[in-house]
């Protein structure tokens, strides 16, 4: 079997499907090669016709393509769930995020904010404005371009406070990661699985979203900083 399962999907699970993809072709024999960009772009490429086999993006996007029938019936199912971290410069002092004031705090304490795009920022303006400092840091808010972890906003001295998911900021150079939101503030999301309608080996793609939600891919999940969405087994 030497034809490469192609799929798509978001910078969070990047590196947790390069380690998967590793090890079910070590496995199984079941070559599979992912192509990741920031969510939007990629739910786009999927409206426009791109071709692949499977597709791992955040849940709400694959319930709106599942919709809109992009994807094969039945096929999509929820993985992992990924908080959202926040995190500073190395060197910096990494601010106390235990309750909602500690995270006031640092928001207040920061010059600049950096956030992604995608679910995860979108929940953080959100989450900014629950807290009532919308407009004390509405000049402060520095978007990373679709695909850039926020994290390396940090690193480049153009932000001093950084929130993004836990596997995009936990290998970065010159990062250091501070926590997940404390109590009612915390932020995740869950990413899903799906196989393409277009797919042109839906057989083996269905097999490789098994893998991913075996126990193998469980493990695989907690050391990247996310958890197995339960009942995500087949």
Same mark, same amino acid.
């Given at each position: ?140 808010? +520095?978007?990373?371009?679709? /695909?850039?972890?926020? =994290? %390396?906003?940090? @690193?480049?001295? &153009?932000?001093?406070? *950084?929130? $993004? ?42 097999? +490789?979203?098994?893998?991913? /939600?075996?126990?193998? =891919? %469980?493990?695989? @999940?907690?050391? &990247?900083?996310?958890? *197995?969405? $339960?009942?995500?087994?087949?």
């Amino acid at each position: 079997m030497n034809t490469v399962i192609s799929g798509l999907s978001s910078m969070a699970t990047r590196p947790l499907l390069a380690e998967l993809s590793e090890r079910i072709r070590h496995v199984h024999g079941l070559p599979v090669r992912f192509e990741s960009a920031g969510g939007v772009e990629i739910a786009q490429r999927v409206r426009e016709g791109a071709e692949a086999d499977l597709l791992v993006l955040a849940d709400g996007a694959l319930t709106a393509l599942e919709e809109e029938g992009h994807l094969l019936a039945g096929s999509a199912r929820p993985l992992w769930i990924s908080q959202v971290v926040a995190a500073v410069p190395a060197g910096a002092p990494v601010p106390v995020l235990d309750s909602e004031s500690g995270l006031r705090s640092a928001l207040e304490a920061a010059r600049s904010i950096a956030y992604s795009t995608g679910p995860s920022g979108t929940a953080l303006v959100e989450l900014i404005g629950r807290l009532g400092l919308a407009d004390a840091l509405a000049g402060r808010l +520095v978007q990373a371009p679709p /695909g850039v972890p926020a =994290g %390396s906003l940090l @690193a480049s001295g &153009r932000a001093d406070l *950084a929130f $993004q998911q836990h596997s995009e900021l936990m290998d970065l150079p010159g990062v250091v990661i501070a926590g997940p939101l404390p109590g009612d503030t915390a932020i995740s999301s869950t990413f899903g699985g799906a196989v393409l309608a277009s797919a042109s080996r839906p057989g083996p793609a269905l097999e +490789v979203l098994d893998f991913f /939600g075996s126990d193998t =891919g %469980s493990e695989s @999940a907690r050391a &990247r900083g996310m958890r *197995a969405v $339960q009942g995500s087994k087949r």
